[in-house]
Nanobody, 117 residues
Framework: QVQLVESVGGLVQPGGSLRLSCVAS????????IRWYRQTPGKERELVAG???????TYVDAVKGRFTISRDNAKNTVYLQMNSLKPEDTAVYYC???????????WGQGTQVTVSS
């Protein structure tokens, strides 16, 4: 069983930066593919960025060049560095982890990020 614990988000001014972290319990972190999703009220959860166990990463077009996903396997932690934040980045951000072709998958509890002046 894996538990994912996300860092506290916060309120950031437009153009500012924030780093989210997601810490996983257990001893399979190195095998996990990690995804960051976000969700706003009334909308479906949206994939923002992902990093596989081999280090390959992907981003949704809306955040390319502004967000960076990284992982530290020694600390069982994945990070989402968010720069040049925009009001439309306001959402609850969720960490999601899975081992390919295996169940279950795991969700973090979500953390609120608000971009506003």
């Amino acid at each position: 069983q894996v538990q994912l614990v996300e860092s506290v988000g916060g309120l950031v001014q437009p153009g500012g930066s924030l780093r989210l972290s997601c810490v996983a319990s257990g001893n399979i972190f190195g095998s996990l593919n990690i995804r960051w999703y976000r969700q706003t009220p009334g909308k479906e959860r949206e994939l923002v960025a992902g990093m596989n166990s081999d280090g390959t990463s992907t981003y949704v077009d809306a955040v390319k060049g502004r967000f960076t996903i990284s992982r530290d396997n020694a600390k069982n932690t994945v990070y989402l560095q968010m720069n040049s934040l925009k009001p439309e980045d306001t959402a609850v951000y969720y960490c999601y982890a899975f081992v390919p072709n295996q169940l279950p998958a795991y969700w973090g509890q979500g953390t609120q990020v608000t971009v506003s002046s």
